[in-house]
């Protein structure tokens, strides 16, 4: 599967730590994105980094990717109980004219006040 | 601006009927995604309209699923004869699409609609 898996399944902390989640891939990409989903609803996408970049920053977000390991991390510093919410790494393998972003599972971050 | 919506939010229906989705993407967004997400699951990737191009169905997991995309924009997705298992948020998403000069593309995504199948 060309699915990324993220770990960990579930993440709680305390308002105020720092967060990071992991999302490890199977075949090269073009580019990797971060979304967040409240309530089982939209997703919003978070930050987006190219396969030729390492490291991306957006406010309290800071992303990583690492291509020879096919992994990438997401952290969120000074964490927040607002900041409870799901998180998803998506994989683009864009293929010929098309763009598909493959979904992994999520992770469950619960940011305790 | 306008977001992608969806309608309708919730959806609730009989085993056997058949359902119709609404998308209506971000103006000028080329591209428009469907996605499936049972309870607790990551999203499962069901149709791809880019443009004037040939839709990708790959992900469609059954010939009851079907959807169109009328003049670029609108796009309906239909389900025919419903079974419990289709329960789930229907999600659309719309990005500027392929080939505009962005690289690869964000997606944004409506608020999605929720199917109980009873």
């Known amino acids: 599967s060309q699915q990324g898996e993220e770990d960990p399944q579930a993440l709680s902390i305390q308002e105020g730590e720092n967060a990071t989640m992991n999302c490890s891939y199977k075949?090269?990409?073009?580019?990797l994105q971060w979304y967040r989903q409240n309530s089982g609803r939209g997703l919003v996408h978070l930050i987006l980094i190219r396969s030729n970049e390492r490291e991306k920053h957006s406010g309290r977000l800071r992303v990583t990717l690492d291509t020879s390991k096919k992994s990438s991390s997401l952290l969120i510093t000074a964490s927040r109980a607002a900041d409870t919410a799901s998180y998803f790494c998506?994989?683009?393998?864009?293929?010929?004219?098309?763009?598909?972003?493959?979904f992994g599972k999520g992770i469950t971050l619960s940011v305790r006040p | 601006g306008a977001g992608v919506s969806q309608s309708p939010s919730n959806k609730v229906t009989e085993k056997g009927k058949d359902v119709e989705l609404r998308c209506d993407p971000i103006s000028g967004h080329t591209a428009l995604y469907w996605y499936r997400q049972s309870l607790g699951q990551g999203l499962e990737f069901l149709i791809y309209f880019q443009g004037n191009s040939a839709p990708d169905k790959s992900g469609l997991p059954s010939d009851r699923f079907s959807a169109e995309r009328t003049g670029g924009s609108v796009s309906t997705l239909t389900i025919q004869r419903t079974q419990q298992e289709d329960s789930a948020v229907y999600l659309c998403a719309s990005s500027l699409g392929w080939g505009v000069g962005l690289g690869t593309d964000t997606q944004y995504f409506g608020p999605g609609t929720r199917l109980t199948v009873l």
């Open positions: 075949t090269s990409i073009n580019n």
């Open positions: 998506a994989t683009d393998f864009r293929m010929a004219a098309n763009s598909k972003l493959t």
